[in-house]
């Protein structure tokens, strides 16, 4: 069991930046791939990046168009995603999720989610 703990949202104005981190409960295995979603009022969760625990591979939705970074670091068990020029509608609640196997852009292929941080971008 993993437990998941995401931190850092918060509302910031069009254009800034923001860190958000995503803390597990326990060491993930090495075959552990970890997500982030985010979800907009009325819409679907959506995923932005995953990352292998390792490290060495990392994706990313087209949309973001690179204004967002994964990262991690092993020895905290934490995920991070910095995610610069933020814009109005970046506004959601940012997840970020487990599991095993390599990084899946589908929702139904993560086991453990975490509560959730909002972020939101004013005008």
């Known amino acids: 069991q993993v437990q998941l703990v995401e931190s850092g949202g918060g509302l910031v104005q069009a254009g800034s930046s923001l860190r958000i981190s995503c803390a597990a409960s326990?060491?993930?295995?090495?075959?552990?791939?970890m997500g982030w979603f985010r979800q907009a009022p009325g819409k679907e969760r959506e995923f932005l990046a995953g990352?292998?625990?390792?490290?060495?591979?990392?994706y990313y939705a087209d949309s973001l168009k690179g204004r967002f970074t994964i990262s991690r670091d092993a020895a905290k068990n934490t995920v991070y995603l910095q995610m610069n020029s933020l814009k109005p509608e970046d506004t959601a609640v940012y997840y970020c999720a487990a599991k095993v196997g390599a990084v899946s852009g589908q929702v139904k292929q993560y086991a453990y989610w975490g509560q959730g941080t909002q972020v939101t971008v004013s005008s």
């Open positions: 326990r060491r993930t295995f090495v075959s552990d791939a």
């Open positions: 990352i292998t625990w390792t490290g060495d591979n990392t």
